[in-house]
T-cell receptor, first 115, second 111 residues
Framework: GAVVSQHPSRVICKSGTSVKIECRSLDFQATTMFWYRQFPKQSLMLMATSNEGSKATYEQGVEKDKFLINHASLTLSTLTVTSAHPEDSSFYIC???????????FGSGTRLTVV | LAKTTQPISMDSYEGQEVNITCSHNNIATNDYITWYQQFPSQGPRFIIQGYKTKVTNEVASLFIPADRKSSTLSLPRVSLSDTAVYYCLVEEGSNDYKLSFGAGTTVTVRA
């Protein structure tokens, strides 16, 4: 149980274009979704928190107009990297609480490469 | 947020037991201790969670002393596939609790 499906697993895009990353909760309802970014050899850094039906809250230093988060349903949250630049190249991961089981479940991650 | 401290790296050999100790001196009464495993280019995976004493599942054991200021993750009889980064986190029970990841412990298992 508590599986989060994240797509795509990897994407290459040109500078200036936008990329959408999806995270779907397969067998449960994800009221809250956390989005992380991880650079090579570094730990996960929280970017933003989304709650179904409300605006996402962003961590300090994360541009909300660049990283658009939509959490319109209890089973789908999306992160759109707008006007991507090479410095946005990173590993993006979503996560949501496992509920009664304790802890959090994570998506498999999306490797974004901007060229 | 309770800060955690764990070793940067550990080496082991196949078949050995690996114990990773994490310090969380400022843990609050409502906090749980959770460990995650991350392989390269994958999202972290939940391993085990505990509040006090000992918790065991099919993958690992978690030992937490009475003062709860530290915890030890025990991986029995590791194999090469256990080579990964292991993160110790302190979590509240609320669904909107923001996790704060440290550097984790890179465990390398050699043949």
């Amino acid at each position: 149980g508590a599986v989060v499906s994240q797509h795509p697993s990897r994407v290459i895009c040109k500078s200036g274009t936008s990329v959408k990353i999806e995270c779907r909760s397969l067998d449960f309802q994800a009221t809250t979704m956390f989005w992380y970014r991880q650079f090579p050899k570094q730990s996960l850094m929280l970017m933003a928190t989304s709650n179904e039906g409300s605006k996402a809250t962003y961590e300090q230093g994360v541009e909300k107009d660049k990283f658009l988060i939509n959490h319109a349903s209890l089973t789908l949250s999306t992160l759109t990297v707008t006007s991507a630049h090479p410095e946005d190249s990173s590993f993006y991961i979503c996560s949501t609480p496992r509920g009664g089981a304790g802890g959090y479940t994570f998506g498999s991650g999306t490797r974004l490469t901007v060229v | 947020l309770a800060k955690t401290t764990q070793p940067i790296s550990m080496d082991s050999y196949e078949g050995q037991e690996v114990n990773i100790t994490c310090s969380h001196n400022n843990i609050a009464t409502n906090d749980y201790i959770t460990w995650y495993q991350q392989f390269p280019s994958q999202g972290p995976r939940f391993i085990i969670q505990g509040y006090k004493t000992k918790v065991t599942n099919e993958v690992a054991s978690l030992f937490i002393p009475a003062d709860r200021k530290s915890s030890t993750l025990s991986l029995p009889r590791v194999s090469l596939s256990d080579t990964a980064v292991y993160y110790c986190l302190v979590e509240e029970g609320s669904n909107d609790y923001k996790l704060s990841f440290g550097a984790g412990t890179t465990v390398t298992v050699r043949a």
